[in-house]
């Protein structure tokens, strides 16, 4: 039996050990997820918000795909496109911050839910073949990006599920700045791309890029392949063959078909052509020696027209200098003369793919300059390089490469909005730090002035040693209303009439706590609650939080009881969860430890209590260390009439001060006052009281009677 019950004590050991070690693993999940999940959310949005005509473009395939582009104006298009980008920009800065965690992790979820959907349907009906969700930076297939938003899912559900496990980097106080400045650049991002072109241009396009090159098949590329099917019929019998088993002669040729059965290498740029008047003139334009002048507009019907005088200009000194000019468009014949109606265009119209001009450059229209076939320029129609265009462009500015290295851009990224968040993330850990020092200071100046006031130096000394002596009432689900208002003034009438030699406090049930506030005389009988709320305030039906507690008058409030921890599984980081909060709102924490019978008959009592204290209270600091009582209850020894031993008490009372002075040094262990709870009465509480290291008891049963009460209360003057 023994052997039975030391396997038992074992086994309770490790199962405490186990949710310790597995709530610190959870909290190292739920941020590494909020960390993979920001960094991605951030470079996503940030691709897309500074293209936000090709996310446009984007969302237009999609409207296609559900026979909506008719229905969407191409202005709401485009709002869209600012307006999502923007959107999962900010929800990855915000939760790199912690800031707004319930409700931005609860945002996440949404958002991700959401495209998680959409990439199902993407997979299952493949209506768009790149999703876009990295803009032109990354591409992946559907079902890639199926397998990205499960993760991310699953990591949003993370987060969302313990939101508050997640250390903000800046004070509640100053979150306004991040989220401010967060959306004002983002915003100021694709507005400057929309003036002007992206800073960051992934395309097969960009500056430096040999058109003719990039349209080439490099040898040894894999070859598309097709498969041919003959139908042939003989004796009325029709059959399919392939070319290794093609019948004789007998059979009659009525059908072949031919599908293709692998795709081979396709060029980064394989849907590039210009047709002037019906004649192809691509490879005139690109094998051209020197510099070419190329306009960009997908649909002239739809291309800004309010700069078409620098366009003409730019034709001008074309013409003058020499140097091929040609505007390449999508559009009909129609819409060709209503342009050259409108600006005065005398320029050639080519023909291009619309979709292919949507790719070369993210304006309508837009410049290009080409130069023996390679692009060594780009410009909005609103940027246009006309005052540069003063001399022989061989000699300008404008007819050298353009430079903006890569480096140079992510370095601006990070002047620009990086480095001011950085700073301000600075200068408020060093505020919060200065102002806690600050206020530790004047906490410990005003409480010396106190004591000197009211007490000489030398009874300052005397006095400092002493541990407060404190006898706690828990009442437990005991009393109603009135009984308990009733008992409360009983108990507060006998101690005012005949004064106590120790602190006394009363927990009630939270209906009774604002009542018997009323009837208490708390210099005499301190009024606490039995329990609190591990959140701060929200929809937690049923719940009382401890700035509720704390409104009603009370003042102290036990936490981590037996009965809590068995009947409502509270664990280790629900308990830490109560005490910060309790200790945030002004409350006094009387914290209850103690082992079963199972576990003392193992031998196991201090391990157990040991890791109880480690994870809940070890962690707070020296200064919040001195608003917390601790509360030895031997749960073997709770309301069954069975009490530790005099001794017993004693040992484990020195036992856990010892630990508290291993965490925050002698004096504070010294300081620390120390209860024992469990079936303490006024019979035996002298013999407990007389112990060094018992401070003082809390008390059940016996607190429910006014002299019951009062006699463990008067053991202290014995």
């Not at 280790?572 to 199972?598: H, M, Q, R, S, Y």
């Not at 484990?652 to 002698?666: D, F, P, Q, T």
């Amino acid at each position: 039996m023994k052997d039975g019950e030391n396997v038992v004590g074992t086994l309770r050991e490790s199962s405490l050990w186990a949710r310790v070690k597995a709530s610190k693993v959870f909290g190292i999940v739920v941020n590494a997820s909020r960390l993979l999940m920001a960094l991605t959310f951030i470079f996503s949005g940030y691709v897309k918000a500074i293209d936000p005509l090709g996310t446009q473009y984007k969302i237009h395939d999609y409207l296609t795909a559900l026979h909506l582009q008719d229905y969407i104006p191409a202005w709401v298009e485009l709002a869209g496109s600012i307006s999502l980008s923007s959107l999962e920009f900010c929800l990855g800065v915000f939760l790199l911050f912690a800031i707004r965690r319930r409700l931005v992790t609860r945002l996440t979820v949404a958002f991700m839910g959401f495209m998680t959907l959409v990439t199902v349907w993407l997979v299952i009906a493949n209506p768009v073949k790149d999703c876009g969700c990295f803009g032109d930076a990354v591409h992946l297939t559907n079902a890639q990006t199926l397998m990205k938003n499960i993760a991310l899912l699953a990591m949003s559900l993370c987060t969302a599920w313990a939101p508050l496990r997640m250390p903000r980097f800046v004070g509640k106080s100053n979150q306004w700045i991040v989220v401010n400045y967060t959306i004002l650049f983002i915003l100021a991002s694709s507005g400057w791309s929309l003036y002007k072109l992206p800073p960051f241009d992934f395309r097969s396009y960009h500056i430096g890029a040999n058109i003719r090159k990039g349209m080439e098949i490099p040898p040894g590329a894999p070859q598309p392949k097709f498969e041919t099917t003959f139908i042939l019929e003989k004796n009325g019998v029709r059959k399919e063959f392939s070319l290794e088993n093609y019948p004789d002669s007998t059979w009659t040729f009525v059908d072949s078909k031919t599908v293709q059965t692998q795709a081979g290498y396709v060029p980064p740029i394989h849907d590039f052509n210009i047709e002037l008047d019906g004649e192809d003139i691509t490879q005139q334009v690109l094998g051209h020696k020197g510099y070419t002048f190329l306009l960009i507009s997908p649909n002239l019907s739809d291309a800004d027209d309010s700069n078409f005088g620098n366009i003409d200009n730019v034709y001008e000194y074309a013409q003058d200098n020499h140097v091929p000019f040609y505007c390449l468009t999508a559009s009909d014949r129609k819409a060709i003369s209503r342009w050259q109606d409108l600006t005065g265009a005398e320029y050639p119209f080519c023909l291009t793919d619309g979709t292919t001009l949507k790719t070369i450059i993210r304006s309508n229209p837009g410049l290009l300059l080409l130069k023996d076939g390679t692009i060594i320029g780009k410009w909005s129609h609103n940027d246009l390089p006309v005052e540069q265009l003063n001399k022989p462009i061989a000699q300008s500015v404008v007819g050298r490469m353009a430079t903006d290295p890569m480096p140079h851009k992510v370095a601006m990224v990070l002047l620009w909005f990086v480095l001011p968040l950085a700073l301000l993330t600075l200068a408020d850990r060093l505020w919060a730090w200065s102002a806690k020092v600050r206020s530790a200071q004047e906490k410990q100046i005003n409480k010396i002035k106190k004591l000197e006031s009211e007490l000489n130096i030398q009874s300052f000394k005397n006095k400092s040693k002493m541990r407060k002596k404190i006898v706690a009432g828990n009442w437990k689900m005991n009393e109603n209303l009135q009984e308990g208002v009733a008992l409360a003034k009983e108990i507060n009438d006998v101690l005012a009439a005949d004064k106590p030699n120790c602190g006394v406090i009363i927990c009630t049930p939270f209906i009774h706590l604002a009542k018997v506030a009323e009837v208490l005389d708390q210099n005499v009988v301190a009024l606490g609650a039995e329990n609190c709320a591990d959140k701060e305030k929200g929809a937690y039906t049923g719940e009382v939080s401890a700035a509720m507690v704390k409104s009603t008058g009370a003042q102290y409030v036990i936490l981590g009881h037996s009965e809590r921890r068995q009947y409502y599984n509270e664990t280790p980081e629900i308990l830490k969860a109560k005490v910060d909060l309790a200790l945030a709102n002004g409350l006094k924490v009387i914290f209850c430890c103690g082992e079963t019978l199972e576990e003392r008959e193992a031998n196991k009592q201090n391990e157990v209590v040991k890791a109880e204290l480690e994870g809940s209270v070890f962690h707070l600091s020296a200064e919040e260390w001195k608003n917390i009582v601790l509360a030895y209850e031997p749960i073997w020894a709770i309301g069954t009439g069975k009490t530790a031993t005099a001794d017993q008490a004693e040992e484990m009372l020195a036992y856990i001060r010892s630990i508290v002075a291993e965490k925050y040094g002698e004096e504070a262990a010294q300081d620390t006052t120390i209860l024992y709870g469990g079936s303490c009465k006024p019979s035996n509480a002298p013999e407990l009281f007389a112990k060094p290291d018992i401070d003082g008891g809390l008390i059940g049963g016996a607190s429910l009677k006014a002299n019951d009460f009062k006699g463990i209360i008067d053991a202290w003057k014995k």
